[in-house]
């Protein structure tokens, strides 16, 4: 059986090989290493990379209000 990790090396390597290098986006990265530990599964790991993507959308807009970590939003409300 193929383990988390390595799946995730092999997806961090091909966007690197594309020159997406991905593994310099450490909250992106933090959100996979809670998928490798085995503490979200992979539907949590694209709802929180989406809720991450909205809130830099949202902080680039200057919306005010923004949660810093999404997360803590989606456990909070």
């Not at 807009?61 to 803590?72: N, R, T």
């Amino acid at each position: 059986m193929t383990s988390r990790r390595s799946i995730a090396e092999r997806v961090v390597a091909r966007a690197r090989a594309r020159g997406t290098p991905i593994d310099h986006d450490l909250e992106f990265m933090a959100i996979v290493e809670l998928w490798i530990a085995g503490e979200i599964e992979a539907d949590g790991m694209g709802d929180r990379y989406n809720a991450l993507l909205r809130q830099r959308s949202m902080l680039k807009k200057g919306v005010v209000g923004v949660v810093a970590d999404p997360a803590a939003a989606k456990r909070n409300g």
